[in-house]
C-alpha cells in the first residue's frame, strides 16, 4: 500500500477497476484522497492511502483508452477501510472470476462500494439485496431491467446504506470521497480537497442530481430528430414547418408522429422541455430569473412565471430560494472547518 510506514493512514481504499472504466470518476475519488492525505499539495499518503488491485497485475484500460497500472494484487480485503469498484460502459462490464471471488469475500468483512456502474458489478454479485443502489439518471432504466427486484435512486448523488455504498459517478464521486474523508479524518481535510478541486464544499448525499433535460424516449427515428432539433432551439423556439421539413414529413404527419409516441404535440413538447431546462438552470446557476426565462424562450417575466407555477406549484423564485438553501448551508458548514494549507 503506498503509505508513509510509520504513521498508519486514517484512511485506506482499495480499488477494483472494471474493463473500460470511467476514468473521471476513478480519477475524483483518488485525488480527493491525495489532497486529504497531506497538508498543502504535496500529495504524501500520510492521513489516506490506497491501492488499485488486481488478480493478475495486467494494465486496466479506461475507457477513455488510458491504462492504469495496478499496485497491489487481491491480498487480504480487510487491510482496506472500504473496497470500491469503478464501473464505466455497461457493455464491457465484465470481472474476472477471481475478482468476483474476492468481492464476494471483501464484503463479509469490509464495506463496498460501487461507482458508476460499479453498483452494477455488485448487484450481479447478489450483493445489494435488501439495499439502496444509488446510479446516475442515464442508467437507472438499465438498471431497473436487470435488477426489477432492487430499490433503485437516481435522486440523490450518492447513497449510504451500512456496507453498501453507491454513487452516481462523475463529479459525485468527488461528494462521495469527500464524505468518506470526513468521516475518517476530519470535515477540515475534506473541505480543504473539495476547495482545492474548485468545488465550494462537500455536497450531502441527498443533493439532487442535475437531470436529463428530455425524460421522453422513442424509438422512432423522426421524431428523436425532431426531439434534439427542439433541444438544441430552446431560446428560440422553431417554427412546426421548419421541424418538419428537418426530418421530411409533413406538419400533419409529425403532429401525428409526436402523438402515436409521446403522446403530445411538437409543440406541448418543446413547452414541457423549455420549462424543465428552466427549472435546472433555477437550480444549478445563478442566472437571474428574467436570463433563465429568456434562455428558455420566454419573452416576459411574468409570462414565464405564470407557466412555471402552472407546470410545478411554485413560481421560479420559490424554487430559486430553495436550492440556494440547500447550497449554502453545505458551504457555510464546511467554512467553520480550518484551512490545511
Not at 252 to 271: C, D, I, T, V, W
Not at 284 to 289: A, H, L, Q, R, Y
Request: charged residues 20%; neutral net charge; aromatic residues 8%.
Amino acid at each position: 500500500m503506498n503509505a508513509i510506514h510509520w504513521k498508519k493512514p486514517r484512511l485506506t481504499v482499495g480499488f477494483v477497476l472494471s474493463p473500460s472504466f470511467t476514468m473521471l470518476a476513478f480519477a475524483a475519488f483518488i485525488d480527493t484522497l491525495r489532497l486529504a492525505a497531506d497538508d498543502g499539495d504535496r500529495s504524501r499518503p500520510i492521513h489516506c492511502a490506497w491501492d488499485v488491485l488486481s488478480h493478475d497485475m495486467r494494465q486496466v484500460k479506461a475507457s477513455c483508452g488510458i491504462e492504469v497500472t495496478p499496485t497491489a494484487g487481491l491480498d487480504d480485503p480487510a487491510r482496506y477501510d472500504y473496497i470500491v469498484v469503478v464501473g464505466g460502459l455497461l457493455g464491457a462490464l465484465k470481472l474476472a472470476p477471481a475478482v468476483n471471488d474476492y468481492l464476494k469475500r471483501a464484503a463479509t468483512v469490509r464495506p463496498l462500494v460501487g461507482i458508476c456502474t460499479g453498483s452494477f458489478a455488485i448487484a450481479r454479485l447478489g450483493l445489494m439485496q435488501g439495499r439502496r443502489s444509488c446510479v446516475s439518471w442515464y442508467v437507472h432504466g438499465d438498471f431497473s431491467n436487470e435488477f426489477p427486484g432492487l430499490e433503485v435512486s437516481s435522486d440523490e448523488l450518492f447513497i449510504d446504506d451500512g456496507d453498501r455504498l453507491t454513487c452516481a459517478g462523475g463529479t459525485s464521486v468527488v461528494h462521495l470521497a469527500a464524505y468518506l474523508v470526513e468521516r475518517h479524518c476530519d470535515k477540515a481535510r475534506a473541505a480543504k480537497a473539495t476547495r482545492i478541486m474548485i468545488e465550494h464544499a462537500p455536497l450531502p448525499a441527498k443533493t439532487p442530481q442535475p437531470q436529463p433535460l428530455c425524460t421522453r424516449t422513442t424509438d422512432d427515428i423522426r421524431v428523436r430528430k425532431a426531439m434534439l432539433l427542439i433541444e438544441r432551439h430552446l431560446a428560440d423556439p422553431l417554427p412546426a414547418e421548419f421541424i418538419a421539413q428537418h426530418v421530411n414529413v409533413s406538419v400533419r404527419h409529425l403532429e401525428r408522429l409526436f402523438q402515436a409516441e409521446l403522446g403530445m404535440s411538437p409543440l406541448a413538447f418543446a413547452f414541457e422541455l423549455r420549462l424543465n431546462n428552466a427549472l435546472q438552470l433555477l437550480i444549478s446557476t445563478n442566472n437571474s430569473i428574467i436570463d433563465v426565462a429568456l434562455q428558455c424562450g420566454f419573452l416576459s417575466n411574468s409570462h414565464f412565471s405564470r407557466c412555471f407555477r402552472v407546470q410545478y406549484g411554485k413560481t421560479p423564485s420559490q424554487v430559486r430560494e430553495e436550492a440556494g438553501g440547500r447550497i449554502v448551508a453545505a458551504i457555510t458548514s464546511a467554512a467553520v472547518a480550518p484551512m490545511l494549507w
